[in-house]
């Protein structure tokens, strides 16, 4: 039997590309990293394990405790964190949402072919920089009230449909429908909604992105057909989140938790996990915020997707952007705590993913921190063009590799609470990667090599996102894939990129 050792801390293989951290005795359930030997040496290279140790210890955890394979160290929580508690007797914690509250992807369709876009590099991703405001600070596309907000913060993508911003299909093709039916204005405090209120249509800074790719392979043609994917199409793919909202209402509740659960917090493995007692007062009124802040997130992303299908139809010369084909394929979401029904086994000591024993279902708080849904075929929540096949998952690699789409697999339900990765994952830090990279050597290298426009708020921001930062992404996608919890669709590769 395979064994790992990383600073104190010991795993074993238990199946391929699954690794058992070694119980400790401070664990209320395992705690899993799915990973290849090449991707667990980095995810041991920082606090990652020692996080995802302390997960497995909160109270009402489920199990097991999970890291996706693009996981390193993050806010209490690791980057590709997942994990459930239930939610009667468990907790909901907004240090295991983080800061970002649905930071997320969407991934938009066209009808044009990488020969439309040769040569126009250059012209469309200034036109795309121009169109959507990116970096700190405010400003976006909507330009609009505090009642604009209060209602984006209520109905989701339904107001961006009532104000012309999107299409029914729109709202079809998004996680949950684009609305989160539990937001409560009233938990989101006045400081947060000043700060979403001037970035309503903005990617924001750090890693989100507008890219647009080319589709270079295609790995099961009839689940690309029923995604409306094909080999050269092009496609847009939109990386941003909720904004300083979200990060308000983050640091709201973390003061909240302090002053009114001290007890509770003194009681977590680290008090960067604050939680709060799942049928406490704050936990509602967090689940309310938090439900409030996806919702700023999807309207985010959908009225980035306006400026980017007018700035398209100005750039090639098109009646509309419906006559090329802009469709979206799907919106899914990161860094989020939702209330989902699980088939789980009852142990001695409360609830569990795996067992022989009779299955209950069990209403959970399940919390993916840089982790994203992949539900499978036949789930009553994937939009019903694509519930046959399963839900779309889209995965972005670095600006300087590709990025996949997969689909919900099989297996996922039963081993990882209907999830897989989000990314690639980071190698190295932000101060070490503006240490060790150049922005303007980054621009010129991928556009001379590898024909990349990148453009962005400053050098700085392109250092920090650096090719090199990051880990293979096909090395994740093979673990999502060999374990049966996201099947590979499609890939596709960079032909322009805005940074924030």
């Known amino acids: 039997m395979s064994t790992f050792d990383a600073d104190g801390h010991r795993l074993t293989e238990v199946e391929p590309d699954v690794w058992a951290l070694a119980d400790t005795g401070d664990e209320s359930v395992p705690a899993r990293v799915l990973a290849n030997r090449s991707l667990l040496a980095q995810i041991s290279t920082d606090n990652t394990l020692t996080q995802l140790r302390n997960v497995a210890g909160m109270p009402g955890a489920v199990a097991p405790a999970l890291c996706m394979p693009d996981g390193h160290q993050g806010y209490g929580f690791p980057v590709g964190g997942v994990?459930?508690?239930?939610?009667?007797?468990?907790?909901?914690?907004?240090?295991?949402?983080?800061?970002?509250?649905?930071?997320?992807?969407?991934?938009?369709?066209?009808?044009?072919?990488?020969?439309?876009?040769?040569?126009?590099?250059?012209?469309?991703?200034?036109?795309?920089?121009?169109?959507?405001?990116?970096?700190?600070?405010?400003?976006?596309?909507?330009?609009?009230?505090?009642?604009?907000?209060?209602?984006?913060?209520?109905?989701?993508?339904?107001?961006?449909?009532?104000?012309?911003?999107?299409?029914?299909?729109?709202?079809?093709?998004?996680?949950?429908?684009?609305?989160?039916?539990?937001?409560?204005?009233?938990?989101?405090?006045?400081?947060?909604?000043?700060?979403?209120?001037?970035?309503?249509?903005?990617?924001?800074?750090?890693?989100?992105?507008?890219?647009?790719?080319?589709?270079?392979?295609?790995?099961?043609?009839?689940?690309?057909?029923?995604?409306?994917?094909?080999?050269?199409?092009?496609?847009?793919?939109?990386h941003c989140g909720s904004r300083g909202l979200g990060?308000?209402?983050?640091?709201?509740?973390?003061?909240?938790?302090?002053?009114?659960?001290?007890?509770?917090?003194?009681?977590?493995?680290?008090?960067?996990?604050?939680?709060?007692?799942?049928?406490?007062?704050?936990?509602?009124?967090?689940?309310?915020?938090?439900?409030?802040?996806?919702?700023?997130?999807?309207?985010?992303?959908?009225?980035?997707?306006?400026?980017?299908?007018?700035?398209?139809?100005?750039?090639?010369?098109?009646?509309?952007?419906?006559?090329?084909?802009?469709?979206?394929?799907?919106?899914?979401?990161?860094?989020?705590?939702?209330?989902?029904?699980?088939?789980?086994?009852?142990?001695?000591?409360?609830?569990?993913?795996?067992?022989?024993?009779?299955?209950?279902?069990?209403?959970?708080?399940?919390?993916r921190k840089g982790a994203t849904r992949a539900f499978p075929a036949g789930h009553p929540e994937v939009p019903a063009a694509y519930r046959e096949v399963g839900q779309p998952v889209i995965i972005p690699g670095s600006m300087g590799a590709g990025s996949y789409v997969l689909r919900g697999g099989s297996q996922s339900l039963g081993r990882t609470f209907g999830s897989t990765a989000h990314g690639a994952g980071r190698l190295m830090s932000r101060t070490q990667a503006k240490d060790e990279y150049q922005g303007g050597d980054v621009q010129d290298a991928l556009e001379a090599d590898d024909d990349i426009h990148v453009k962005a708020a400053s050098g700085a921001t392109i250092a920090e996102e650096a090719p090199g930062v990051y880990k293979d992404i096909d090395d994740v996608v093979d673990v999502s894939d060999g374990l049966g919890v996201g099947d590979p669709v499609v890939r596709t590769y960079p032909v322009c990129n805005v940074k924030g």
């Open 247 to 367: 990060h308000q209402i983050c640091s709201d509740y973390l003061r909240r938790i302090e002053q009114e659960h001290p007890d509770f917090l003194a009681s977590l493995p680290n008090k960067d996990l604050a939680a709060a007692p799942a049928g406490s007062e704050l936990a509602a009124s967090y689940y309310g915020a938090m439900c409030a802040a996806i919702n700023f997130a999807w309207v985010n992303r959908q009225l980035i997707t306006h400026a980017v299908r007018e700035t398209f139809a100005d750039v090639f010369d098109a009646p509309d952007w419906e006559a090329l084909g802009m469709d979206l394929l799907y919106d899914v979401s990161h860094n989020i705590a939702k209330r989902e029904t699980h088939a789980v086994v009852e142990t001695e000591d409360g609830y569990s993913l795996a067992g022989d024993g009779e299955r209950v279902e069990r209403e959970l708080f399940v919390h």
């Open 83 to 238: 994990a459930a508690f239930d939610a009667e007797d468990g907790c909901i914690s907004p240090g295991g949402v983080g800061f970002d509250i649905n930071c997320g992807v969407r991934m938009l369709t066209t009808t044009l072919t990488y020969d439309d876009v040769k040569g126009r590099e250059a012209a469309l991703v200034d036109a795309l920089y121009d169109a959507v405001p990116c970096g700190l600070g405010g400003g976006g596309v909507h330009d609009g009230t505090h009642a604009d907000l209060d209602a984006a913060l209520e109905r989701g993508i339904d107001w961006c449909v009532e104000e012309g911003y999107a299409v029914p299909a729109d709202r079809r093709h998004c996680e949950d429908e684009g609305q989160r039916l539990d937001a409560d204005l009233d938990a989101v405090s006045k400081k947060a909604r000043d700060r979403g209120a001037s970035q309503m249509g903005s990617l924001g800074s750090g890693n989100h992105f507008l890219e647009v790719q080319r589709v270079t392979d295609v790995y099961d043609d009839d689940t690309a057909a029923a995604f409306g994917l094909a080999e050269d199409q092009v496609v847009v793919l939109i």
